[in-house]
């Protein structure tokens, strides 16, 4: 291309007439090229169909029922529709307090952290259409699918847990008898579980507890000679009993029935479904309480020193153990929804732990100058109930760690606690258990849902609900007496879950484990917002601080390793001539014989030998040689 | 610079040729100019640059549309025959059609439905179109002219037989009028369905109780309907409840006397109001029941009940008061002869004749404050439902209204007691108080008559059991006799009848705020009862509390609360303070143990600590300077230093106070939030927002919700975990295509 006038060819004006496309009449077209490319490969929605999609979606979902929409909430943001509002909001605060950061002092001036930081400021700077685009597919699809999830649930969810209510106002459900509610209203499968086990006195407190099915009870007797039993609770037979001739502080099962771990005098022990002793933990001594964390098959044990111990029953190693510095414990029980243990202490507070941290995440003055007696906490992770010397219970809210209302109870200080899958509120206190609606967590109710009495049968020393099963089950010093109490048990299984199936057979069972193991989470996850895994960091000052000096921990204890390795690292032995390395190797090569050496030794022979002839004729020449000289010669010599 | 250089050339040709610039012809010069000099290479290159860049760029835009709707696109799936593309694929569809009978059967067979015109759905449609036509026709025939009819069935008869379902044998006009039966059917059901679903929705025991009522009352009425119809029916009926009377009889249940009803009255006031109201249905029952047998015995109407029996009673005490001879027990022959002539006898009979006066005056007192009781409780039963039912109640009563009206100088009275029965105890004290008070001595005045008669034989066993009844139910009549300081100490004894305290504290929700609003309005009159009605308030808004919070109530509450505070404080004034605090708070200051507030208060110091600890500006608060470092020690060393002090010059300017960060456990005393970051959380954590995500909310979005099989369908499972690009090993893609910009189409005027 050739320019006329050379004064502008800086400012060249490009012919656009002539490059534009020709104009279509239709709307797209595809031009073929050459290659023979094609644009049929894209599946799926266009932008455009997903938005209406959306759109009609949320018509739709706004014209449902309050439940169906609760339950669509609940596949979208899980069971803590609630904690997930709160949590964004959070974030939402922590994303402003950012751009704060970014405008105001800078905490970090590293280059690589100046070049990020101006990463995400052009990022922040112009919109992403495409990540737009991106979300709002995803957000339809997660709606789509939630509800079609929530529409497929109503034919899984087969039963409706129900209370019992009173017909009119004569009527009252606390009246309720077990005789009566066994004699007239229960099916003879449910009314055999209402018993009572009588056991030896001596053998004192039993302890109740059922595995995570509700199939196997497992009673464990306080008294000196340490009675043990495990109960199949469908054909209500004894799988296994045996004396551990010491008292049993406290007892559970491990992941599942087969296995159960018990606190005796001085150490923990585990035992198999035949009572035979597979470990004794000697690192767990003293042990008034346990739990057993089955998402991360941690055992957690407390006792007289008051150390708080996290015990892999997978691989058998001690993950952490905690001081919690507040003096013998009895109290502990597990946050169901985050696997956070709580403790109870003898001075009226309550402390929650994780094993990631070395000092407890929370603490709470409960019962002011009163010792916790007994803690329990419900499913959702919502409210957790405690009960203090002063006879009283309280109910919290763990959101806002703050007190909701509190019962009164009489003849005694509520010595157990539970919460049903349902959501109902057991309290056993002197020879009474008392059962509350689930609505007694949110609101104060003044009247309980049943009551039931062990006259002359001392306090109550365990209530715990059977799952999946409308049974409770009352240890106390005369025995175990079980009891029905409707509505308390979650109706419907969940098959997703392992070891929740009260009819899995062996081989069930054992592939259960195996997936279990294989989906079994890192202690370290345990935090009080399981959300918080795969998140971005909090951002407040404190945090960040913290931050910055443990990256700054961090890199120095990398280096002070580095620079140990150097200060340890042995010189490397060098050897000259006969004992180098590639001398050494040729050596050995050297004695092997195959056929190609014994050749090379053939010629090599031969030619030593020419050379000798030869040197010989030479000399022959000269001096004479017996050897080189013909045969019929050799006489001369 | 090139100019300059051609400037130069030309200068120098000049010089060369010997010739002058001025002298030159225009020929020479023209010769001169026409080899130009080129532009640099560099210019040049630059220049074809920017054409050819422009020009590349147009090329590759041609691709744009096509590579943001694949960016766009859900899936790019690079399978053969898979999706929309799949043209070749061979399906159903795609074997019919290219169909072709080949071998000897299937020409056959293809033959064999040519000949029954089903060779291919053309041919079907059409065969059936002919038909239905034929049908048509064949109707037509039979409506019109029935002599058609021979032949004609003669050819449908072959159709019809064929036809397995029948469906021809239903004319188009009947199968309309079934349709039109049907549908009718359907919407009738659908509609009852409907009803009844609502009605079955309703869940107020408002509605319920109405509802029942009404079912009651249809019930009667049908009875009474068919009593009048047959008498038979009526003997039947009496035999039903005297069955239903011995029942009650054997178990008692509708007394007091059971043991349930007698702990309850034990316990006096203590027991709740579903108790307390279970307990007065049961009695209320009772008493029908009983009142449903005398009714028949007696052989009055069913529902005029007791009143006929009162009336009489009434009357006969009206007869005592007004000297009735004829009516006294003794007869008047009996009176004028032998024994009763005698003086000491006529002295005896006056005695006794004035005895029996002035029992009979208290009688009929007690039974008009019975009627008025009877009025006040059944029309504060029926004050919740309909007006008509109400009134429909109250009619039975009116009888007995004008009664009372007649002995009494006015009605007023009863107008008053009616309203205190709709409303409570405490709203009559307030409203008719003043003409209460005037009623009572007119009332007095109106007793006073003079009259004397036997009256003791007259009085039946029945009755006393009955008086016995009433008592219970006089008391609240009582009240309304006297003024209004005694209402309150009845109120007051009333305490250890708890009964009556369970009669007047059965008050419906509706009326109670009503009444807790009075009650504080009394306090203002009576200071000396406070404690009283505030325990009353007290009880009653307890029960409030039961029943959905009301705002309204809920001050009125905490007015009665505060009032109450004020007088147990009242006796010194010197604590004024207090009294703002709650009464839960003052209790829990009164017995707060030593060990309560130490346990607090370590609590608190352990918080600080934490505080302290986590907080990054606790170095600025801190004094930096420690007296005696830096200083000598030992004897006879000089006094330590002092810290160095600057001018104001000299000094730095002052930093501002950096204020403490906020905690999340601020403003919580009982609870400790530790703020330590937890390192091998975070280590499952991002240090940094990742890269297309702009913040930590959006980012949170796009990674919220589970896509896995658990919490999913299948179907959706897949989708969501369906990945961005599909292919099979081995295959060739093909270069994108072109795909011209969309262009919008221009807008039509």
Redesign the interface.
């Given at each position: 291309?050739?320019?006329n006038d050379?004064n502008a060819?800086?400012k060249?004006a490009?012919h656009k007439k002539a490059?534009?496309?020709p104009?279509?009449k239709t709307?797209?077209?595809?031009?073929?090229?050459p290659?023979?490319?094609?644009?049929?490969?894209?599946?799926?929605?266009?932008?455009a169909q997903l938005l209406q999609k959306r759109s009609s979606l949320r018509r739709s979902l706004a014209s449902s029922t309050e439940q169906q929409r609760h339950d669509v909430s609940r596949?979208?943001?899980?069971p803590r529709a609630d904690l997930?509002h709160a949590?964004?909001k959070h974030?939402?605060q922590?994303?402003r307090l950012?751009g704060d950061r970014h405008g105001g002092r800078r905490t970090d001036d590293s280059k690589e952290a100046t070049y990020?930081r101006l990463n995400?400021q052009k990022?922040?700077a112009k919109p992403?259409k495409?990540?737009e685009?991106?979300?709002a597919?995803?957000?339809t699809?997660?709606l789509?699918?939630?509800m079609?999830?929530s529409d497929?649930q109503e034919i899984l969810r087969a039963h409706t847990a129900g209370l019992v209510e009173a017909e009119h106002?004569?009527e009252?459900t606390v009246q309720l008898t077990q005789q009566t509610l066994k004699r007239d209203f229960l099916e003879e499968v449910n009314a055999r579980n209402v018993y009572d086990l009588d056991l030896d006195a001596t053998n004192g407190p039993y302890k109740v507890s059922y595995d995570r099915s509700g199939r196997y009870s497992l009673l464990a007797g306080r008294g000196k000679q340490g009675h043990v039993a495990v109960v199949d609770q469908h054909s209500l037979a004894l799988q296994t009993e045996f004396y551990a001739n010491e008292p049993i502080r406290d007892a559970c099962f491990l992941h599942d029935g087969s296995m159960m771990a018990l606190a005796q005098e001085r150490k923990v022990f585990v035992y198999d479904q035949d009572g035979v002793e597979i470990h004794r933990l000697d690192k767990h001594s003293r042990v008034f309480g346990m739990q057993f964390l089955p998402y991360h098959w941690l055992l957690a044990t407390i006792g007289h020193s008051g150390m708080l111990q996290y015990q892999d029953t997978s691989t058998g190693e001690l993950v952490s153990q905690h001081r919690s510095k507040l003096g013998p414990c009895h109290v502990i029980r597990q946050n169901p929804f985050n696997s956070v243990i709580h403790l109870g202490h003898t001075?009226?507070?309550v402390t929650l732990w994780?094993p990631?941290?070395s000092?407890?995440?929370?603490?709470?003055?409960?019962h002011?100058?009163n010792p916790i007696t007994s803690l329990a906490i419900d499913r959702d992770g919502r409210y957790m109930a405690t009960g203090g010397g002063d006879s009283k219970i309280k109910i919290w809210d763990l959101r806002t760690?703050?007190?909701l209302h509190s019962y009164s109870t009489y003849g005694g200080a509520p010595s157990s606690l539970d919460i049903s899958q349902t959501g109902i509120l057991g309290a056993g206190h002197g020879c009474h258990a008392t059962f509350w609606k689930p609505e007694a967590l949110s609101r104060k109710l003044?009247e309980p849902y049943m009551k039931h009495m062990l006259p002359g049968k001392g306090p109550v020393e365990s209530l715990r609900f059977r799952p999946f099963e409308d049974v409770c089950g009352l240890g106390h010093v005369r025995g175990i007496s079980s009891i029905v109490v409707p509505g308390s048990g979650e109706p419907n299984l969940d098959s997703?879950e392992h070891f929740t199936n009260p009819y899995a057979d062996n081989r069930q069972r054992r592939e259960a484990e195996v997936r279990s193991l294989l989906e079994k989470l890192?202690p370290?996850?345990?935090?009080l917002d399981p959300d918080?895994?795969?998140?971005?960091?909090e951002?407040?000052?404190?945090?960040r601080?913290?931050?910055l000096r443990?990256l700054a921990e961090e890199a120095n204890a990398r280096r002070e390793a580095e620079k140990e390795a150097e200060k340890n690292k042995k010189e490397k032995k060098r050897m000259r001539g006969r004992s180098k390395i590639a001398k050494k190797l040729q050596r050995k090569q050297k004695n092997i014989v195959d056929e190609n050496v014994t050749k090379l030794r053939e010629l090599r022979e031969k030619e030593k030998a020419e050379k000798e002839r030869s040197r010989r004729m030479a000399g022959g020449e000269g001096g004479g040689d017996e050897d080189e000289a013909p045969a019929a010669l050799k006489r001369f010599f | 610079d090139t100019q300059g250089f051609a400037t130069v050339q030309r200068t120098m040709k000049v010089l060369t040729t010997g010739k002058d610039s001025f002298a030159r012809d225009e020929g020479e010069t023209k010769k001169l100019e026409t080899t130009k000099v080129p532009v640099s290479r560099v210019v040049s290159e630059r220049a074809s640059r920017k054409v050819n860049y422009e020009a590349t760029s147009q090329d590759v835009s041609q691709w744009s549309q096509s590579i943001y709707e694949q960016r766009d696109a859900e899936t790019l799936d690079f399978r053969p025959n898979k999706g929309a593309g799949a043209e070749t694929r061979l399906t159903k569809d795609v074997l019919v059609s290219k169909f072709e009978a080949k071998t000897d059967f299937e020409e056959e067979l293809a033959k064999a439905l040519e000949v029954a015109g089903m060779k291919d759905e053309k041919e079907l449609r059409k065969r059936e179109k002919r038909r239905l036509v034929r049908n048509d026709g064949h109707e037509d025939g039979a409506d019109g002219f029935s002599s058609d009819d021979g032949d004609e069935n003669g050819i449908q008869g072959e159709d019809e037989l064929n036809d397995d379902l029948g469906s021809n044998r239903i004319t188009l006009e009947e199968y309309k009028k079934r349709h039109g039966e049907l549908a009718k059917m359907r919407a009738l059901l659908f509609y009852e369905e409907q009803k009844r679903h609502r009605i079955n929705k309703i869940k107020s025991k408002k509605y319920r109780k109405i509802r029942k009522k009404q079912r009651e009352r249809q019930k009667e009425a049908e009875e009474a309907a068919a009593l009048a119809e047959d008498p038979n029916l009526e003997r039947e009926q009496m035999e039903k409840d005297e069955m239903e009377r011995m029942k009650e009889r054997m178990t008692l249940a509708h007394k007091n006397t059971s043991k349930w009803a007698r702990r309850v009255l034990r316990r006096g006031k203590n027991v709740d109001v579903e108790e307390r109201r279970a307990l007065s249905l049961q009695l209320a029952k009772g008493e029908e029941l009983r009142r449903k047998v005398m009714g028949l015995e007696n052989g009055a109407a069913g529902h005029e009940d007791s009143g006929g029996e009162e009336e009489d009673l009434l009357k006969k005490a009206r007869d005592i008061l007004m000297d009735n001879e004829e009516d006294a027990g003794v007869p008047s022959d009996v009176k004028s002869k032998g024994l009763f002539q005698l003086e000491f006898m006529k002295r005896g009979m006056d005695a006794q004749r004035n005895r029996a006066k002035e029992e009979a005056r208290k009688l009929l007192e007690e039974l008009e404050a019975n009627e008025v009781a009877a009025m006040s409780t059944d029309s504060e039963g029926e004050s919740e439902n309909e007006n008509s039912i109400k009134s429909k109640s109250t009619k039975p009563k009116v009888a007995s209204v004008v009664e009372i009206e007649k002995v009494l100088p006015d009605g007023e009275l009863v107008a008053s007691s009616l309203q205190f029965g709709k409303s409570d105890r405490f709203a009559i004290s307030i409203n008719g108080n003043i003409e209460l008070n005037a009623n009572a001595e007119d009332k007095e005045e109106a007793i006073k008559v003079e009259s004397v008669c036997d009256n003791d034989v007259e009085e039946t066993s029945s009755f006393k059991k009955k008086k016995r009844k009433k008592k219970q139910k006089n008391c609240k009549s009582k009240e309304s006799n006297s003024p209004a300081a005694e209402v309150i100490t009845e109120e007051y004894e009333e305490g250890h009848n708890p009964w009556i305290v369970n009669v007047s504290n059965n008050t419906n929700p509706g009326n109670r705020a009503p009444a807790a609003k009075s009650a504080s309005a009394k306090q203002r009159v009576s200071s000396s009862w406070t404690l009283n009605i505030n325990e009353a308030a007290s009880m009653l808004v307890d029960d409030a509390e039961t029943d959905e919070i009301d705002a309204k109530r809920k001050r009125v509450e905490a007015e009665v609360e505060e009032k109450s505070n004020e007088e147990s404080k009242s006796d010194d004034k010197s604590n004024r303070g207090v009294a703002d605090l709650s009464q839960a708070e003052l209790v829990k200051r009164a017995f707060a143990s030593p060990a309560d507030l130490e346990a607090e208060e370590e609590f608190q110091k352990e918080k600080d600590r934490m505080k302290d600890r986590d907080d990054p500006t606790r170095q600025n608060k801190e004094e930096k300077f420690v007296s005696g470092w830096g200083s000598w020690a030992g004897a006879g060393a000089p006094p330590p230093k002092k810290p160095k002090t600057f001018s104001s010059k000299l000094c730095a300017p002052e930093k501002k106070p950096a204020v403490a960060p906020k905690r999340k456990d601020d403003g919580m005393s009982t609870v400790i939030i530790n703020e330590k970051r937890l390192k091998k959380t975070a280590k499952y954590q991002l240090a940094e927002i990742p890269h297309p995500y702009r913040s930590r909310a959006e980012y949170e979005k796009a990674i919220a919700g589970n896509i896995g099989q658990e919490w999913n369908t299948i179907h959706g499972a897949k989708e969501m975990s369906r990945p961005a690009v599909i292919v099979r090993a081995g295959k060739i893609i093909k270069p994108i295509a072109k795909k011209a910009k969309a262009r919008r189409a221009p807008a039509k005027f």
């Open positions: 291309m050739t320019q050379p060819s800086n060249t490009p490059r534009q496309p104009k279509t709307k797209t077209k595809t031009i073929q090229d290659h023979g490319g094609t644009n049929d490969v894209i599946r799926g929605r266009s932008h596949h979208l943001h899980g997930a949590r964004l974030l939402k922590d994303d950012d990020r995400f990022r922040k992403n495409h990540l685009r991106q979300m597919r995803r957000e699809k997660r789509e699918h939630a079609a999830a497929a106002d004569m009252k001075n009226g507070t994780s990631s941290s000092e407890y995440l929370v603490k709470l003055l409960c002011r100058g760690y703050k007190e003044h997703t890192n370290d996850m345990i935090a918080v895994i795969g998140s971005v960091e951002s407040n000052s404190i945090q601080r913290q931050r443990d | -």
